[in-house]
């Protein structure tokens, strides 16, 4: 898989898919959530209420996919990432699940390229440094015949920096 790194608005990026760093309700909220739902429009809100009515609230760490509505993108996938608390080891572990499942929804539908937003580091308060280090390598140990590219959309200087210092190391298998 080609990895990417572009800075700016994930709503306007033309991916198959583009990532959602949802809350639990899935009704929406404010940073990359809101931007989301108010550049794609209600049509995304109502496929995630039918999910709701479905199966409930979505668990930290899970994953599920959405209509894209107005957006460039095909579809929308809502992953809720973990709020940084006193279990580091923890929120770790649930930020890694975020990125290893939404992946594996994108590969179920037959996702070629997949972007996503830095997940947790806005009012989830994940350190931003810690975060990158988990999506990068979790990006980078997910082997895939079905997606081709993952793109990381950074919104501020300061994860930009921290992505590019990444991905530009090489990769090391634990
Ligand atoms: P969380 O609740 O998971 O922390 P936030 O939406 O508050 O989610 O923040 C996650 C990341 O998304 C932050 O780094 C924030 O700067 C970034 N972000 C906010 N708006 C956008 C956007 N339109 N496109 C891409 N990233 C965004």
């Not at 306007?12 to 959602?20: C, E, G, W």
């Not at 890694?96 to 994108?106: D, F, T, V």
């Not at 997940?119 to 350190?127: D, M, R, V």
Request: aromatic share 6%; charged share 25%.
């Amino acid at each position: 898989m080609k990895i990417e790194l572009i800075k700016g608005d994930i709503t306007k990026i033309h991916a198959d898919a583009i990532v959602n760093a949802a809350n639990s309700s899935l009704l929406g909220g404010g940073g990359v959530d809101g931007a989301i739902h108010r550049a794609g429009g209600s049509k995304i809100l109502e496929e995630c209420r039918v999910i709701r009515n479905r199966q409930g609230k979505c668990k930290t760490g899970e994953a599920v996919v959405t209509t894209a509505g107005s957006l460039p993108a095909k579809h929308v996938i809502h992953t809720v990432g973990p709020v940084w608390n006193d279990n580091p080891e923890k929120s770790s572990q649930l930020l890694s699940e975020c990125y290893k499942n939404s992946l594996l929804l994108a590969e179920s539908l037959g996702v070629k390229t997949i972007a996503f937003p830095n997940i947790s580091t806005g009012i989830y308060k994940f350190p931003k440094e810690l975060a990158g280090k988990i999506a990068v390598n979790e990006v980078r140990k997910f082997s895939s015949d079905i997606i081709e590219k993952v793109i990381f959309v950074c919104f501020d200087d300061e994860n930009e920096n921290i992505y590019k210092k990444l991905l530009d190391q090489p990769f090391k298998k634990e």
